[in-house]
């Protein structure tokens, strides 16, 4: 995601974050937050419920950007937050999709591939950033980063339809495959420079 995007999203969320830091509320807590909230997405996903369970990512994402940014405000940024910050996010996807797959599993068996596509490629998009800058490299390269993969499935969930949900399913999986790609051969030209 460009740092131009980033930067305008911190200023929208400025008061959010003003906010959280005057109640005492800690950059983990808001990090924390996101696994119930991950588990109730899933089940309103398994169950059919793909509106309310939109709902419920917008929530989860909202998490993952709030406890970066009140990490910063409140001069909290540690690696252990990011650790239990990335942890937390591989489990929120997890679980999500492991719902979605759920759903489609009593209802599409073509739906399963799909869900399962998605999910694996998506965290290989998080995997090689995170084996890239292990030994020392940058890997920033790519449009499918997690905050694109959250908004395509929410807009998929919102708008009514299973099919339209299966489409933003294949988009994430197309998407993070390209990315997941990019990053690779990215990683590797800088390894062999």
Same mark, same amino acid.
């Given at each position: 995601?460009?740092? $131009? &995007?980033?930067? $305008?999203?911190? !200023? +929208? *969320? !400025?008061?959010?974050?003003?906010?959280?830091? $005057?109640?005492?509320? &800690?950059?983990?807590?808001? &990090?924390?937050?996101? #696994?119930?909230?991950? #588990?109730?997405?899933?089940?309103?996903?398994?169950?059919?419920?793909?509106?309310?369970?939109g709902l419920v990512v917008i929530c989860i994402g909202l998490c993952d950007t709030l406890d970066g940014e009140l990490s910063r405000r409140t001069g909290k940024v540690s690696p252990g937050g990011a650790f239990l910050d990335s942890t937390v996010d591989r489990f929120s996807e997890g679980v999500v999709y492991a719902g979605i797959g759920w759903y489609y599993c009593l209802n599409n068996r073509l739906g399963v591939l799909v869900v399962l596509a998605a999910l694996i490629f998506s965290y290989l998009v998080s995997y090689v950033r995170a084996r890239a800058e292990g030994i020392g490299k940058e890997c920033q390269v790519g449009f499918f @980063?997690?905050?694109?993969?959250? *908004?395509?499935?929410?807009?998929?969930? +919102?708008?009514?339809? @299973? !099919? #339209? +949900?299966?489409?933003?399913?294949i988009i994430i999986a197309l998407g993070s495959l390209t990315t997941f790609i990019q990053r690779i051969l990215f990683v590797l030209r800088q390894v062999r420079q």
């Open positions: 995601m460009k740092n $131009q &995007t980033k930067q $305008q999203g911190r !200023k +929208l *969320l !400025k008061p959010v974050v003003f906010l959280l830091a $005057q109640l005492g509320i &800690t950059p983990t807590t808001v &990090t924390i937050t996101a #696994v119930p909230l991950s #588990v109730l997405a899933a089940l309103l996903f398994a169950s059919g419920k793909f509106f309310w369970a @980063e997690r905050p694109i993969r959250v *908004l395509i499935l929410v807009v998929g969930a +919102l708008i009514p339809g @299973e !099919k #339209v +949900l299966l489409g933003a399913l």
